[in-house]
């Protein structure tokens, strides 16, 4: 084996470790940056009070008034707000929160729906019948 | 003359037309769009026909009084057999007794409705005066609160019973639901339960039309979906169905339907319910009527 090789041998093995390494670090630092970024949301998440849990329930009630002003109300949205209001009662804010989370968001999406039919849309299978 | 004057000429007639095709194709499409958008209720009814003719090519026009059973033979041997010793007829007997029976001052139904009691055929119908569409269910209770009767609850209870008198006596009648083209607001309140039936809602973002008219025919779990021509001729109904196993009415069938789909139902002879019964009875014209029903 000549000088050459020797030498272009042992600088791809630097190489290799020098990557390894990177790799480690690299790895190291996304595992700690999830760790950190997941114990932030969950400190975001984890303020489960009465304070908070009104807060959601009033604002799942303000969405379901208006997806209601729409006709646009969904089935269950009624019995979420309803049953986060006795979570709240029972002191079981993080259920109450889920709850009134969940409602909110089907009184925005009731209405959005209502709202983008706001107009009669014929459904294009039904269309041709008319000719 | 230019020699290349021809080529351009062909190129300028070739873009030419494919631009006049194209053009040609978004009239026809806006066109289209126009006159569904626009239809009267007799086109209405006419392209719900000839969807389900096109859908159901051996279905004689007469059996959509049947509801599913004139598109389910399986279901229709089951409901033959149970028309043999009909659930409804207790609620018949309960009704006409309800009819004949003086309310406490002494007047009735027979006053309300001197013709009756075959009657159902002239509804639902649109009430000048009130600026509204008329129910049969409505009318029963106008005619009891006018004599100082309490009006009755419009999805279950004792409004079946005089519905089911009222239905039998009048089945053979025939659904001629007028809509008074010259009255706007007629034509608004019709329109209005078409554009309900057409609208998606709910969680499932279904309209009645996804299931009564795109899916008309397939199942949902073991049921299979009926045509909306005929979804009116056999109120009330009976139905076996463990939350049921009663007559109940067409406004309560509404709600199930909205409960199913994940919508919040409205509220029962509310203007809502009334005007989509308006739109779904015009669709049903020249079909007999057959009420009360026995259904699943």
Redesign the interface.
Known sequence: MSLLDKHSIRQSENLERTMKSVQRWVAAAIVIGLMVGSTALLAGEMKVDAATASEAIAQAEAAQKKA?SV????????KFIKNAKKAAEAGDYAKAIRLAKKAES?GN??YQ??VS?S?????S??????? | MDPVEPMQTQLLTATGRETMKKLLISLAVLL??A???Q?GPE?DRM??I??YKSKFPNVPMEEYANGAYAIDPVGRENWEAIEEFPPYEPFIDRGQVMWETPFANGKGYKDCFPDGPVIAHHYPHWDKKQKMVMTLPLALNQCREANGEKPLKYKKGPINNILSYIAFQSRGQVVNVKVPMDDPDAVAAY?DG??FY??????L?F?C?SCH??NTGLKVRTEILSPSVGHVTHWPTYRSKVDWSTVGTLHRRFTGC??NI?????KAQGP?YRNLEYFLSYLSNGLELNGPGARK
Do not use: C, H
């Not at chain 1, 006709?71 to 009624?78: F, L, S």
């Not at chain 1, 107009?119 to 459904?123: D, F, G, T, V």
């Not at chain 1, 299978?125 to 000719?131: C, E, S, V």
């Open positions: 209601d006709n646009g109300e969904w089935r269950d949205t009624g089907e999406l009731g729906q209502a039919q107009e009669l849309k014929i459904p299978y039904f269309k041709a019948m008319y000719q | 289209i769009t006159v569904s958008a239809a086109e392209a719900f000839k969807y329109e078409k554009k057409f609208t998606r809602r709910g969680q973002n309209s039309a008219v795109q909205n409960k994940r919508a919040k139902p409205m809502e």
